[in-house]
């Protein structure tokens, strides 16, 4: 039988016919971030520090790529993760809606030397502005920040009896997203709040890679309790279980 | 001199509390409003919204039950109640911006008479800025709550006649819960609630310095 592997699946020629299988499963972070390319937007899953795709980021980190965009809501915890990827230089520009935290020091640092450009966004806008990249709308008009600084300089109509706003979709090249059940097919199941930006995230981006805790066999997860339809993702990675610590906020002295 | 003695934190939090009507969705606030859930009465069923997506939230877990996949706005560990639900931050906004929530309770630093609000920034130039979900709860929620100390360490009325520092909102605060005096935010200006016990009316205009509605 010969068998040869592209993108999406194994294709195979067998004694009866020709036989293709899906299969997003990536044998490892750098086989699933291979070809990322400079200058790439990268959406980043998490809030605080539940749903933060630690390995993958990791993965960006050695794989290379520089002058990126990256969209997270928040700008990094401490000094791993989102912020180990700041540290290193390799992102040009943030766009999120909570960088200050009381463990954002890596971001503070760049930030306040000129070294990172910041896009503030509210939280809802950002998240809707992503939607509305993965839905196939170029703006929408909203509510959110009319008569403030983040609305300054943007278009602005009366609708509904309201003063509405245009936000613009956000795009992405490359997302990166913590999952809990995947299977071949690239449908995914999330744990608790750890959810957060992650399916929106999925479907705005060319290429998702989402890690994994588990990979299932086709036909496990139930159809019903699908977060993630396959559609939105292009690979997935199965990682060792890595408890969820603090981060984001002072702890108790 | 004054015959007053200032709502404490505690007591501010259950006077918020007292007005939030059964089976409403309530959002709370980082800080201060995270408060009022302890003074919500448990014959009052009350569902509460964290809008990193979770529907039904409940009290802070047992020491050593804490689940960091499983946190508030504020990145702190909570609990889900039975029937609670997760969902994505797209759904999660749409609750607020769509005009689902009934109630959001949040701090600031400014609100002005007719309800606008400043509590995102002071616009000092060498401060990181951060919003966060503060413009889309304040914009979206039906009734917008702001629960403060009535005036700064230094004394001055944070109900002011416009605000001074970045705004959050425009018009969209209902109603001012404040360590002093309840004050309702209407077009035409303020008008009193309530005040703390042997607080007068007069001594209220004072330290806001704005005409007051009884």
Request: aromatic content about 6%.
């Amino acid at each position: 039988m010969n068998t040869a592997s592209v993108p999406w699946g194994i294709r195979a020629v067998s004694r009866t016919g020709y036989v293709f299988m899906i299969n997003k499963i990536a044998t490892s972070v750098a086989e699933a971030l291979a070809g990322v390319k400079d200058g790439s937007t990268v959406m980043i899953g998490g809030f605080g520090t539940a749903g933060i795709p630690n390995q993958l980021i990791d993965g960006l980190i050695e794989q290379g790529a520089r002058d990126l965009t990256v969209v997270n809501n928040n700008a990094g915890n401490g000094e791993a993760g989102l912020a180990a990827l700041l540290k290193a230089g390799r992102v040009r520009k943030i766009i999120c809606s909570f960088p200050r935290q009381a463990d954002s020091q890596v971001f503070d640092g760049l930030y306040r030397r000129g070294k990172l450009e910041l896009e503030l966004v509210p939280q809802g806008n950002l998240a809707e502005r992503i939607r509305a990249a993965g839905a196939g709308i170029g703006a929408f008009f909203t509510p959110t920040g009319y008569g403030t600084d983040l609305a300054k300089g943007k278009e602005t109509r009366l609708l509904d009896g309201k003063m509405q706003v245009l936000e613009y979709a956000i795009h992405g090249d490359l997302a990166l997203i913590k999952a809990e059940l995947g299977d071949r097919w690239g449908n995914l199941t999330y744990r608790k709040a750890a959810r957060n930006f992650g399916p929106v995230m999925a479907t705005a981006c060319s290429h998702t890679v989402a890690t994994v805790h588990e990979i299932v066999t086709l036909g496990a997860l139930d159809p019903e309790a699908v977060v993630t339809p396959g559609i939105f993702v292009q690979k997935i990675v199965k990682i060792d279980r890595v408890e969820t610590l603090a981060g984001g906020f002072k702890s108790a002295a | 001199m004054s015959n007053y003695r200032k709502r404490s934190k505690d007591e501010l939090a259950a006077r918020v509390a007292r007005d939030i009507p059964d089976g409403a969705t309530v959002n709370l606030g980082i800080g201060m409003p995270t408060l009022v859930a302890n003074h919500i009465p448990s014959s009052r069923e009350v569902l509460l919204h964290s809008e990193n997506g979770i529907l039904g939230m409940g009290p802070s877990p047992r020491a050593g039950e804490e689940d960091y996949d499983l946190i508030n706005a504020g990145k702190q560990p909570v609990t889900l109640l039975p029937g609670g639900a997760y969902f994505h931050h797209a759904d999660s906004f749409a609750m607020m911006r769509g005009g689902h929530l009934d109630i959001c309770v949040l701090g600031a630093f400014q609100v002005s008479a007719t309800g606008d609000l400043s509590n995102w920034s002071t616009g000092e130039p060498e401060a990181i800025p951060a919003v966060g979900g503060a413009m889309d709860l304040a914009t979206g929620a039906r009734q917008t709550w702001v629960m403060m100390d009535l005036l700064t360490k230094h004394g001055e009325s944070k109900v002011v006649g416009r605000c001074t520092y970045p705004l959050t909102g425009i018009g969209c605060v209902r109603r001012i819960y404040s360590d002093l005096a309840t004050l309702d935010c209407t077009p035409q200006g303020l008008r009193l609630v309530d005040t703390v016990d042997g607080l007068t009316h007069a001594e209220l205009e004072k330290l806001v310095g704005l005409p007051i509605q009884p």
